[in-house]
């Protein structure tokens, strides 16, 4: 089993939609929970991260951390053509020190149609 | 502001060559981060470097696989022998290190290598 399980989709919706995205994890080390968006032939880039539990909001984004489920969410409202990129969550472990090594999930393929 | 860099972009080598990849990290950053992205495998840990220090090489194949981060210039992951299976994307990540939050790992644009 995969540390981290991502759905790869691909995801398809309209533009405006509400788009759910979510990963699950078996590791309870997991401290830091963190969503990077990729677009085709890019480097990874930093969407936002979450320390621990609870919600993070940053403009038409939302993170949610659930430890006891061992699940996280990432929510795009009003989402727009320019948003279809692969999406990734990645985790650091608790014991990591200074290591901030990234596991990561498949990502996330989303597509939004104008 | 230049940001995380590498070359080449893109890397064609036949079966049984050697391979460089470098990466040259943002400015003021001593740490760097290795990854490998496969197709169906999505982007896998390999090393991590602070300058002439390897500190975590946890991913890194046993074999013909190696890195370096010198004093001076690029951090360098090198592939000797390569065969088909290396072909993916390699990206590398910038930090500052101990005065740097978690976000603060900054991707390269990737070294694309293809074996033939």
């Known amino acids: 089993q995969k540390e981290v399980e991502q759905d790869p989709g691909p995801l398809s919706v309209p533009e405006g939609a509400i788009v759910s995205l979510n990963c699950t994890y078996s590791?309870?080390?997991?401290?830091?929970f963190m969503w990077y968006r990729q677009y085709s032939r890019k480097g990874p880039e930093l969407l936002m991260y979450t320390y621990s539990s609870g919600n993070k909001e940053d403009g038409r984004f939302t993170a949610q951390v659930d430890k006891s489920s061992k699940y996280i969410s990432l929510f795009i409202r009003d989402s727009q053509p320019s948003d279809s990129a692969t999406y990734l969550c990645?985790?650091?472990?608790?014991?990591?020190?200074?290591?901030?090594?990234?596991?990561w999930g498949l990502g996330t393929s989303l597509a939004v149609n104008p | 502001n230049a940001g995380v860099m590498q070359n080449p972009r893109h890397l064609v080598r036949r079966r049984g060559q050697e391979a460089r990849l470098r990466c040259s990290p943002m400015?003021?950053?001593?740490?760097v981060y290795w990854y490998r992205q496969l197709p169906e495998e999505g982007l896998k840990f390999m090393v991590y470097l602070q300058k002439e220090n390897i500190i975590d090489e946890s991913g890194m194949p046993k074999e013909r696989f190696s890195a370096e981060f010198p004093k001076e210039g690029p951090s360098i992951l090198r592939i000797q022998q390569v065969v088909r299976g290396d072909s993916a994307a390699y990206f590398c990540a910038s930090h500052p290190g101990l005065a740097g939050g978690v976000g603060e790992q900054y991707f390269g644009p990737g070294t694309r290598l293809t074996v033939t």
């Open positions: 400015k003021g950053h001593s740490h």
């Open positions: 990645a985790m650091i472990p608790y014991n990591a020190g200074n290591n901030r090594k990234l596991i």
């Open positions: 590791n309870s080390a997991f401290q830091y």
